[in-house]
């Protein structure tokens, strides 16, 4: 790690021993500083296009598109990237059967409702609506021409789609569909968080 180094070793030589799902953690460890690390390029490469396009900006507007920068390569990093800092680092397995995709709804859930622990269940289901939340909330919030609910949704299926997609040819997740419902719904979930909070900003004039 290149960031998170020393907390992350601190971090495991306190609780690697008395945590069941430690790795849990340490994949969010480096999840994290991967998307520290490439947030620090999406900020330079940005700062470069405002100078180019004399594009006229906020820092509040800036601070908040970097946030949401952040929040996709986390997201990214913890689902697809899991193993390596850059694409060198990965192999791709184009032969993979596509039989090795779950393409029926609600069968990996039902598996994970019937475990012995049901903590898997709760953090498939409920992680992967919470974990989209963000994207539907940020792609309104920041866009400023079409806000419709179906294309915020669309793009959110979409980037889902994606991970799915990369996670097959990586070889780094199980590709289901379930997934892919979930985090839609969590699109749609924080698309209508993001209206509600707009519409009361918009009533009470803040």
Same mark, same amino acid.
């Given at each position: 790690?290149? %960031?998170?180094? +020393? ?43 405002? @100078? ?68 898997? %269940? ?17 792609? +309104? ?6 806000? @419709? ?45 993001? %209206? ?8 009470? @004039?803040?």
């Amino acid at each position: 790690m290149i %960031f998170l180094g +020393p907390l992350y070793n601190y971090v495991s030589n306190q609780y690697a021993t008395r945590i069941n799902h430690f790795p849990l953690i340490r994949l969010s460890f480096y999840g994290a500083d991967k998307a520290i690390l490439y947030t620090l390029f999406f900020i330079i490469l940005r700062l470069i296009w405002i @100078k180019w396009k004399h594009k006229k900006t906020s820092f509040t507007h800036e601070f908040w598109v970097t946030v949401f920068a952040f929040y996709v390569f986390l997201l990214f990093a913890l689902t697809v990237f899991r193993d390596g800092y850059f694409l060198w680092d990965f192999k791709f397995y184009w032969h993979r059967p596509l039989s090795q995709i779950n393409t029926v709804p609600l069968v990996q859930i039902l598996k994970l409702l019937n475990a012995k622990s049901l903590i898997d %269940f709760f953090y498939n289901l409920y992680g992967n609506i919470i974990w989209f939340v963000p994207m539907g909330f940020f792609i +309104p919030a920041l866009g400023k021409k079409d806000r @419709k609910f179906f294309k915020v949704v669309l793009i959110g299926a979409l980037i889902s789609t994606s991970i799915e997609g990369f996670q097959f040819i990586l070889n780094t997740g199980v590709t289901d569909i379930d997934d892919v419902i979930l985090n839609t719904v969590g699109t749609a979930v924080g698309y209508l968080i993001y %209206f509600v909070g707009n519409w009361l900003k918009n009533r009470i @004039k803040i």
